[in-house]
């Protein structure tokens, strides 16, 4: 067997020997026993998250999560708080995107052929404090779900979690912009604080596979994208990803949109939902025995208000 002794001493401790290529059932489940939830990215005004959730609800289908991109301090408290009072309503968890970030900080670095390596993360010390304050005041309107780009701001805020400083109940997701895709890094972040984790979008069914083998924690799984990221749609995959990767969000209807990170009105709203739509589709029929969470769950983030 190639490299023997490396995949001896990622099994001891305690990581896959390599991608899962048998694909093996992970098993795991959430807390309530589901294997999955619908989760629904850039949703990035209060008008297109309501009509996402109403025409969801009309076919009969229920959004379990729902991600704000744009950034906290791009929106209005007032907004915010809609969004809150629209996620409580439907027993919807909602998490929203520290704002401070490269792409909107003054330094051009990010901007070069060489800026996809900052990505998202913060540059100095400022933004660090800046984007405490913006969770902050995501808290305050009731929000209790935060989509981090940035591992030492990760680490930062559970400490703050931990140390009662923050709510004991804010959740963390990591985002797809950090760029981890393998097993050791997923597990690092688990011991940084994150308490769901979205990989980049296009791993093989071997790849995630091993992740899930390399944490307890869910895992946040694009089934379609927009043509900024990849373009791609794998609503047939969609049973065989919540297969190996349960407990696992499954990721759907950016596909409708041109870019992540946009504002997006009341239509994309519905035409998200449509694409929520048809996931629960291929799961009904190609993974009938799979478990989708009930509204309101504890774990889910649900809004405070």
């Given at each position: ?104 900080d003054t330094g051009a670095t ?46 930062l805020v559970n400490e703050m ?11 963390f997701k990591i985002s797809a ?129």
């Amino acid at each position: 067997m190639l490299f023997k002794e490396t995949r001896d001493f990622l099994e001891k401790l305690g990581l896959p020997r390599g991608d899962l290529f048998d694909l093996p059932t992970s098993g795991k489940t959430f807390p309530d026993g589901a294997h999955y939830r619908l989760e629904v990215p850039t949703v990035n005004s209060a008008e297109a998250i309501r009509s996402l959730l109403e025409n969801a609800k009309r076919q009969g289908v229920t959004i379990n999560r729902v991600d704000e991109t744009y950034g906290i301090f791009r929106h209005t408290l007032t907004e915010i708080k809609e969004y809150a009072k629209i996620g409580k309503d439907f027993g919807c968890g909602i998490t929203f995107s520290v704002g401070p970030r490269a792409t909107y900080d003054t330094g051009a670095t990010v901007l070069s052929p060489q800026g996809v390596r900052i990505g998202y993360r913060l540059r100095g010390m400022e933004q660090i404090c800046r984007a405490v304050e913006d969770i902050k005041r995501a808290i305050d309107c009731g929000i209790r779900g935060i989509l981090i780009y940035d591992e030492g701001l990760l680490w930062l805020v559970n400490e703050m979690r931990k140390a009662g400083k923050l709510p004991k109940n804010l959740r963390f997701k990591i985002s797809a912009h950090c760029g981890h895709c393998n097993a050791v890094s997923f597990h690092v972040l688990e011991g940084l604080g994150a308490d769901t984790i979205n990989p980049v979008r296009d791993l093989s069914l071997p790849m995630l596979a091993a992740l899930r083998r390399g944490t307890s924690l869910p895992i946040d799984l694009h089934t379609d994208n927009p043509p900024a990221s990849g373009g791609f749609i794998r609503s047939y995959e969609a049973p065989e990803i919540a297969r190996v990767a349960s407990p696992c969000h499954l990721k759907c209807g950016n596909s409708v949109l041109t870019a992540h990170g946009i504002i997006t009105s009341a239509h994309d709203g519905e035409l998200m939902a449509n694409q929520a739509v048809i996931i629960k589709e291929m799961m009904d029929k190609y993974f009938p025995e799979a478990i989708q969470s009930e509204p309101n769950q504890p774990d889910m983030a649900i809004p405070e208000i």
